[in-house]
């Protein structure tokens, strides 16, 4: 309960820092969000930056649509959303995968790749 808390409160900083802090170049980068982007971005680029492969059961399982992965599929794609307003050059494959987080009726699962 305490660690779920914790987590909670940590998306919800992220959150607000990125919506508090009016200039760019003065917004802190949470190292927890560092972490993620930079681990995501090495599991998921080949599948969601350049199509080239099926996605690894990490990245499966952060853009799962199950209700049980909302939580965590939420603190990324708030950590993502810091990182792509606190920042101006970030790198493409950061933003490509960013974009997975805006979520449609299709999800970003609905390509031909399945997770197994």
């Not at 760019?24 to 680029?45: D, F, I, L």
């Not at 599948?47 to 649509?65: D, G, I, K, L, Y």
């Not at 992965?69 to 790198?91: I, S």
Request: net charge positive.
């Amino acid at each position: 309960m305490v660690r779920m808390m914790m987590k909670v409160a940590f998306a919800m900083t992220c959150l607000l820092v990125a919506v508090t802090i009016a200039d760019a170049v003065y917004r802190p980068w949470p190292s927890e969000c560092v972490e993620v982007a930079n681990v995501m971005v090495e599991q998921c680029k080949m599948f969601f930056v350049h199509q080239e492969s099926p996605p690894t059961a990490e990245c499966c399982r952060w853009f799962s649509s199950r209700r049980k992965y909302a939580k965590e599929r939420r603190r990324l794609c708030r950590c993502l959303e810091f990182l792509t307003t606190a920042f101006k050059n970030l790198k493409p494959d950061v933003l490509a995968l960013s974009d997975q987080c805006h979520f449609s009726s299709g999800f970003p699962m609905s390509r031909d790749h399945t997770c197994a």
